[in-house]
């Protein structure tokens, strides 16, 4: 009955947009108390943080977020049950694992190498990888803005995919669609 009054797409759509906003409500709350218990406690936790910094880390979590919600909803939309899910979900964390631990050794070392570089156009790992750049100050607006556009068209085709892949589940009963089924139509 729903899919009568909304197609599959907008369906997903205002899924991932819902939990989207309330993600990042949650988490706002938890950074404002946090901001506000350093501020009350005379803590310099943000010291040497500039705004430069933090208006990159809100932009590259947004990007972020967007462009992995759609991958993991291809994934969950070509599962039938609730145990494929992980072995569907996992290769997807190998990107985030790895841009994690590229990102803290670059932080920490504080100068980055031609990898992290690379890194930082992929939209798997620039969310992490953009941000610390930035920080480090070794990457030009030019390019902070190129990674952006990169990652905005590749989540485009992500929520594409992700529609397609969750129209043919939708309107399916059975077997589990299978991703060779999502790409050739």
Do not use: N
């Amino acid at each position: 009955m729903l899919l009568s009054a909304v197609t599959p797409a907008r369906l997903l759509a205002g899924k991932v947009l819902g939990i989207g906003l309330t993600a990042f409500l949650q988490a706002g709350l938890a950074v404002a108390a946090a901001l506000l218990i350093a501020r009350q406690t005379h803590s310099d936790v943000l010291q040497g943080t500039t705004p430069v910094t933090i208006a990159a880390t809100l932009v590259w979590l947004i990007l972020g977020y967007a462009f992995y919600s759609w991958a993991y909803a291809t994934a969950g939309s070509m599962a039938d049950r609730q145990d494929q899910v992980q072995s569907l979900a996992f290769p997807l964390a190998l990107p985030v694992m790895f841009g994690y631990l590229m990102a803290v050794t670059t932080a920490t070392s504080g100068s980055p190498s031609v990898l992290v570089h690379v890194l930082g156009y992929l939209p798997p790992t620039a969310p992490l990888i953009m941000p610390v750049l930035v920080g480090l100050g070794t990457v030009s607006w030019w390019q902070f803005l190129a990674s952006a556009v990169i990652s905005v068209i590749c989540t485009v085709g992500a929520a594409r995919l992700a529609a397609a892949a969750y129209q043919r589940a939708i309107l399916r009963t059975g077997r589990r669609v299978r991703l060779r089924e999502v790409l050739s139509a």
